[in-house]
């Protein structure tokens, strides 16, 4: 199979690539590197380093490509928030334009990386696909838009469709050419800056009296392997002229504290913190019901926690 990874040149994105190469798969990839890192891509696969909103680009890209893992998108919240216009431009505009090149070039088979903030806040936890989507923020709108999008183009033209919607991936892959690994400048995900906390610059925890087994907040991790796994399972069971929407995460959750016990397990030393108030908005917890993943894609998380931070502190080493 041919595929085109939209965004392959970011964390998640590139390890999709690698692991598509190393299944034997050819793979294109159109990424303008504007956060991403043409380094990051392997050798083996084509690079198209042109923005998603060049038509010409994007049907440049599908040239012979057989399905489409879908990972381009804005993605930083607080920045969606200041900046609303980016986010309805590169995600909902770019993946119209996609959609459209994609029609063009008889291509019938999509997975679109998406995100569980399309839930808002949610009712129930955990989390299953039948919630209320009700998003706090542009980031999260600007998704829940194109999965609208996707499911419309389903029916309208037979595209065979999956939607995976996830929290928090860690850790890293290493492939045959070196690490692939996160690279965000700046960097917001907690296992990184776990990893990367000091005495001059500690870690925030923000709350400690939280309603969780040890007051800290409970959020839900997968390992990027296990992601990807999933969306190269979701290429296979895609069904022509159906949209999916499927979670996906680690089946239970993890405590900021368990994030830290387990890089003081993997660095051998206590990790410097620092204790501050509740951010307004944040739940106490936010975990993915998988259910469905587990019976329409096989598919269920086998990296733990500790492996997730073990390879994120191996890949910068």
């Given at each position: ?12 994105g ?29 050798a ?8 998603i ?21 804005k ?8 900046k609303p216009?980016?986010y309805w ?15 063009k ?9 998406s ?16 919630e209320?989507?009700h ?31 996830y ?6 892959l290493r ?5 692939q ?16 906390a000091?005495e ?6 923000f709350?400690?009296d ?6 800290t907040?409970?959020?839900?991790y ?13 290429l ?6 159906t ?33 501050s ?24 998380p ?5 492996q ?5 502190w191996?890949?910068?080493?």
């Amino acid at each position: 199979m041919k595929v085109l990874v939209t965004g392959g040149a970011g964390y998640i994105g590139s390890t999709a690539v690698a692991m598509l190469l190393e299944q034997g798969h050819s793979v294109n990839v159109l990424d303008d590197c504007s956060t991403g890192h043409a380094s990051s891509v392997d050798a083996r696969a084509d690079l198209f380093q042109e923005s998603i909103l060049n038509s010409q680009a994007v049907a440049g890209a599908l040239q012979g490509v057989d399905a489409v893992l879908h990972f381009c998108a804005k993605s930083l919240v607080g920045e969606s928030v200041t900046k609303p216009e980016i986010y309805w431009e590169t995600n909902v505009y770019g993946t119209r334009i996609l959609l459209d090149e994609m029609k063009k070039a008889n291509v019938a088979r999509l997975v679109f990386s998406s995100t569980a903030a399309t839930y808002g806040e949610p009712r129930e936890i955990p989390i299953t696909e039948n919630e209320i989507t009700h998003p706090t923020n542009p980031y999260g709108a600007s998704k829940l838009a194109v999965d609208y999008m996707i499911t419309s183009q389903s029916r309208a033209y037979g595209l065979a469709a999956i939607s995976l919607r996830y929290f928090n991936v860690a850790g890293a892959l290493r492939s045959k050419t070196g690490w692939q690994t996160e690279r965000h400048n700046p960097e917001t995900h907690l296992i990184p800056n776990v990893l990367r906390a000091s005495e001059s610059n500690p870690l925030k925890i923000f709350g400690v009296d939280w309603p969780t087994k040890d007051g800290t907040c409970i959020r839900d991790y997968v390992h990027v392997v296990d992601l990807i796994g999933a969306h190269l399972s979701a290429l296979e069971a895609a069904q022509p002229g159906t949209h999916e929407i499927i979670n996906l995460g680690s089946g239970g959750g993890y405590s900021v504290n368990e994030v830290i016990a387990a890089a003081e397990r993997v660095l051998g030393r206590k990790i410097p913190t620092e204790i501050s108030s509740r951010r307004a908005g944040d739940p106490a917890i936010l975990i993915a019901d998988i259910t469905k993943a587990s019976k329409y894609l096989t598919w269920s998380p086998t990296l733990d926690l500790n492996q997730m931070v073990s390879d994120a502190w191996n890949s910068i080493q």
